[in-house]
């Protein structure tokens, strides 16, 4: 579930902060020096008595950065990976983000273990700590981890804690989506984890090709299908590229195919019911248009093997390649930085994904937050992990900052002095809605009235000296490869994330088919989900290497309702028709 980017682009992305290193809540506490510093007119407010207890009954709205009058001890686990450093000194609970906790709000978080990784060693951890009732308060987690901890009747059920302290900018921030993320953290009628929005503000996905090729041979930018295809003919036929299409999207590459021709992972509403996309008619339209690809060798002939995060990687950095589908990001991930530093003349520009009729297409977007704050039923204070994410996104906010952070020469909260990822430590998981963008205006609007970025928020400084660096130096400057992702993604002529992010922002709609499906899995899909889309992989790079599309699209069809697909389905629409009859 660890997704892409840069270290500006990870700050915005912020995924789940846990670490887990063994289920003891007597852990030791790094030791805490700095005393509540004094607060003014924008920072956390001293309540009255203690909160959670003396707000409960209070007819006013309880202050949604309400510092505690004594410390508060907030438990916690999180993953630590190997390269999640600290700066020299400093550790899991004596950092940046802790100081801040206690100083701002008096709230003294305590991780009690860490886990080297999500998947495996994360669920490990916490099964273990559920089988030995020995919880932390605050568990960042994924969906599926949420719903074991609410079976297990060790969560409580969150919806009045984040009623009655969320802040109103997170409240924004939730109902983005029309409340997807909300919707997504419901199980047996309960709200079972404090939700990330961030999936739900979705980047999109474009064709990117070799403009300096382009140039080179004096043709035009590609428009429709028919375009891409020709262009990656002419890009071979002149010797610039051994082959003509690559495909950077997940497990199997085809997906974006698929949403060109209509057809979509997860499930879709047909007449009044949910079925699974992949099992639909117009995927076969798609993998016969890839098996057109590949025995043409527009494909590699080795692309169902080739790993991309190397093989495919090296291939586009070695000019092997020059259409590449792939995310508005391309530019800042590892093969675009690459292809930049292995050759510097090289340019590469995007148009839409279009689809055959010439419209733009309609992509994937999921209809679910990605992770959850599970809060333990033992949590003495469940309202202050509330107040930690109000205040996560107070600071990472990058216009209308709590005024503590008003003597900050650097971004601390979100790389610290030694250079390391100082935003994990706030071990709360909740990502700041569209924060990307609103620094790209504002750079954007500094470079065109030639300003030198002195008055820029923290947030904007660091994008605003890559832009300007790439726009005066360009290659000369050291990492000049950094400069020119950035540049590429968000410069306000055609950066890719922004223009594709207002695109979606103004006509969402036209450009995003939301899964039809926005609750946690079902039994079913817990059960046979995995399997099942491995098996379609199996046999769509079967189909396209081999031809026999009708064939194989049967045997899919098939294999999917034998092996757990019926299943998924009677559950998937079981919960459809209850979110319709509430």
């Known amino acids: 579930m660890v997704k892409r980017i840069t270290w500006l682009?990870?700050?915005?992305?912020?995924?789940?902060?846990?670490?887990?290193?063994?289920?003891?809540?007597?852990?030791?506490?790094?030791?805490?020096?700095?005393?509540?510093?004094?607060?003014?007119?924008?920072?956390?407010?001293?309540?009255?008595?203690?909160?959670?207890?003396?707000?409960?009954?209070?007819?006013?709205?309880?202050?949604?950065?309400?510092?505690?009058?004594?410390?508060?001890?907030?438990?916690?686990?999180?993953?630590?990976?190997?390269?999640?450093?600290?700066?020299?000194?400093?550790?899991?609970?004596?950092?940046?983000?802790?100081?801040?906790?206690?100083?701002?709000?008096?709230?003294?978080?305590?991780?009690?273990?860490?886990?080297?990784?999500?998947?495996?060693?994360?669920?490990?951890?916490?099964?273990?700590?559920?089988?030995?009732?020995?919880?932390?308060?605050?568990?960042?987690?994924?969906g599926s981890i949420a719903q074991r901890l609410a079976m297990a009747d060790k969560i409580i059920d969150v919806k009045d804690i984040i009623d009655k302290y969320a802040s109103p900018k997170v409240k924004e921030y939730l109902e983005i989506a029309d409340g997807r993320a909300l919707q997504s953290a419901i199980y047996n009628g309960k709200m079972i984890g404090i939700p990330n929005p961030g999936p739900l503000d979705p980047t999109y996905s474009v064709v990117w090709y070799r403009k300096d090729w382009l140039d080179k041979l004096g043709l035009q930018p590609p428009k429709t299908l028919e375009d891409i295809e020709n262009l990656a003919r002419a890009f071979m036929d002149n010797g610039l590229a051994e082959y003509g299409i690559a495909v950077l999207h997940k497990n199997f590459g085809g997906e974006l195919i698929l949403n060109m021709f209509g057809a979509y992972q997860g499930w879709i509403e047909k007449d009044g019911k949910l079925e699974y996309g992949l099992v639909q008619p117009e995927v076969k339209a798609a993998l016969a248009k890839l098996h057109e690809w590949y025995k043409e060798g527009l494909l590699a002939k080795d692309f169902a093997v080739k790993d991309r995060d190397n093989e495919l990687q090296a291939d586009i950095a070695s000019n092997k390649v020059g259409i590449i589908f792939d995310g508005t990001h391309f530019p800042n991930g590892g093969a675009g930085r690459a292809l930049k530093k292995n050759n510097p003349e090289a340019e590469v520009d995007w148009v839409l994904i279009p689809t055959p009729s010439g419209e733009p297409a309609k992509l994937y977007a999921s209809s679910r937050a990605g992770d959850f704050n599970c809060i333990s039923k033992k949590c003495e204070h469940p309202?202050?992990?509330?107040?930690?994410?109000?205040?996560?996104?107070?600071?990472?906010?990058?216009?209308?900052?709590?005024?503590?952070?008003?003597?900050?020469?650097?971004?601390?909260?979100?790389?610290?002095?030694?250079?390391?990822?100082?935003?994990?430590?706030?071990?709360?998981?909740?990502?700041?809605?569209?924060?990307?963008?609103?620094?790209?205006?504002?750079?954007?609007?500094?470079?065109?009235?030639?300003?030198?970025?002195?008055?820029?928020?923290?947030?904007?400084?660091?994008?605003?000296?890559?832009?300007?660096?790439?726009?005066?130096?360009?290659?000369?400057?050291?990492?000049?490869?950094?400069?020119?992702?950035?540049?590429?993604?968000?410069?306000?002529?055609?950066?890719?994330?922004?223009?594709?992010?207002?695109?979606?922002?103004?006509?969402?709609?036209?450009?995003?088919?939301?899964?039809?499906?926005?609750?946690?899995?079902?039994?079913?899909?817990?059960?046979?989900?995995?399997?099942i889309a491995t098996k379609s992989h199996e046999y769509f790079i079967k189909a396209v290497m081999e031809g026999n599309i009708d064939q194989e699209f049967e045997a899919w069809v098939n294999y999917f309702y034998n092996n757990g697909g019926d299943e998924m389905t009677k559950e998937a629409n079981e919960w459809y028709q209850s979110v319709k009859n509430q």
């Open 9 to 142: 682009a990870l700050s915005m992305i912020l995924l789940v902060s846990f670490i887990l290193a063994g289920c003891t809540s007597g852990a030791p506490t790094g030791e805490q020096t700095e005393q509540p510093s004094e607060q003014n007119e924008n920072t956390p407010s001293e309540s009255e008595g203690s909160e959670g207890a003396s707000e409960e009954g209070s007819e006013e709205s309880p202050d949604p950065f309400g510092k505690y009058p004594e410390p508060v001890e907030i438990t916690a686990c999180r993953v630590k990976t190997s390269w999640m450093g600290f700066d020299e000194g400093e550790d899991e609970n004596n950092n940046w983000w802790s100081r801040t906790y206690l100083e701002q709000l008096n709230i003294k978080l305590n991780v009690v273990w860490t886990a080297p990784n999500w998947g495996e060693p994360l669920e490990t951890k916490i099964t273990t700590c559920i089988a030995t009732d020995d919880l932390p308060d605050l568990m960042p987690v994924y």
């Open 383 to 531: 309202e202050a992990i509330m107040k930690m994410i109000n205040l996560k996104v107070a600071i990472f906010d990058p216009v209308e900052k709590p005024d503590f952070l008003k003597d900050l020469e650097t971004n601390e909260y979100d790389t610290t002095k030694g250079g390391n990822m100082s935003f994990w430590n706030a071990v709360v998981t909740f990502d700041n809605i569209g924060k990307n963008y609103i620094v790209a205006d504002m750079v954007n609007e500094e470079i065109k009235k030639g300003g030198d970025g002195s008055n820029l928020p923290l947030d904007a400084r660091s994008t605003f000296a890559m832009f300007n660096s790439w726009l005066k130096e360009g290659t000369k400057a050291p990492n000049y490869e950094v400069n020119w992702a950035m540049y590429k993604l968000f410069n306000a002529e055609n950066g890719a994330d922004l223009i594709t992010h207002r695109m979606i922002q103004a006509e969402p709609d036209k450009y995003l088919h939301y899964d039809a499906f926005a609750g946690l899995d079902t039994p079913a899909m817990a059960k046979y989900g995995s399997d």
